[in-house]
């Protein structure tokens, strides 16, 4: 039964090669509150210090062509101003289909009170697709549909946001990308209409909403939990639900809900002032679960408090 799920999930991918595609594209994150960065630009230099985070995500582990992604992101206030600059590299891969982003972000933070900061971003990005038809299960090898490799295929976009936080409170919206770009190939012809594109896909936008609050428990434990909400035309409502707990400001410790999706776990630590390590698992709750043995998602951040000094009070977020 598992065999003939992974046949399926090729024969879902091969939809590519001949019709529009409205699905959501932009990665999914299951520690979206480290990785905030990747999805609103007025995030960058918030944290007061270069940030610098990686994160690796394998989604429905064990079924062939399940998305992989990747990301590396760096981000730092620029000296005693109130703008900020960031960088994200974002390699994501389904069945056939790679692409990789560029970003590129830039904020401006006005203080609001003596503890609220209200930070604006713009975001640019590059995007680099390719989809790869031998990777597909074809049962017609003849096709010369599959004949046209899409290589690396360039698309520019940019993005806005908005993020309102203390040290203790976060709140944010943002669409990544604006420009609702249509990936085609116009040496393909459709079986419907021989002048015609066949669209490979057709990016949509993503409104996102974040926000979280931490609590003092007791003098050795924080409650902080967060919301992440994405919006697609053309796809279902996406709504995260996260409570994690801070021991010690060391260790992290947390469960969330997809709603509809899926239930995860995670846990956190705080090596150093410098360095935190997380990790994810996430468990299908519908029918793909039998399918597939859960994703999973590693981060590392790494910053360099010595840059920036007079940081009294550590940020969670």
Do not use: C
Request: hydrophobic share 40%.
């Amino acid at each position: 039964m598992k065999t003939i799920y992974k046949k399926f999930i090729f024969i879902v991918l091969s939809v590519f090669a001949g019709v529009e595609v409205f699905a959501q594209q932009d990665a999914q994150y299951t520690q979206y509150m480290y990785n905030t960065i990747a999805i609103n630009p007025a995030y960058a230099g918030s944290r007061d210090v270069l940030s610098i985070v990686g994160l690796h995500r394998s989604q429905w582990v064990g079924i062939d062509g399940a998305p992989r992604t990747q990301t590396l992101s760096l981000h730092s206030p620029l000296g005693f101003t109130r703008s900020g600059l960031g960088g994200t590299i974002i390699h994501d891969k389904i069945g056939p289909v790679t692409e990789s982003q560029f970003n590129i972000d830039y904020s401006y933070t006005i203080p609001t009170s003596n503890t609220g900061k209200l930070s604006f971003g713009i975001k640019a990005t590059a995007n680099l697709m390719s989809v790869n038809y031998d990777e597909l299960k074809r049962f017609d090898l003849d096709d010369s549909e599959y004949d046209q490799l899409v290589n690396n295929r360039f698309s520019p976009n940019v993005g806005a946001g908005l993020f309102y936080y203390t040290d203790t409170f976060y709140a944010g919206l943002s669409v990544p990308n604006f420009l609702e770009t249509k990936h085609f190939d116009s040496d393909v012809v459709t079986l419907t209409d021989s002048s015609s594109s066949s669209f490979i896909a057709k990016e949509r936008l993503h409104y996102y909403f974040t926000i979280g609050k931490t609590f003092d428990l007791s003098d050795v434990v924080l409650f902080k939990p967060a919301l992440l909400t994405k919006a697609t035309v053309g796809a279902p409502l996406q709504v995260d639900v996260s409570a994690n707990f801070l021991f010690h400001e060391k260790l992290t410790l947390g469960l969330a809900y997809r709603w509809d999706a899926a239930l995860s776990a995670l846990v956190g630590f705080q090596v150093s002032d410098a360095l935190m390590l997380g990790f994810a698992y996430d468990r299908e709750t519908t029918e793909l679960e039998q399918y597939n043995d859960g994703s999973f998602e590693l981060i590392v951040r790494y910053e360099l408090f010595k840059k920036y000094k007079g940081i009294t009070t550590p940020r969670f977020f």
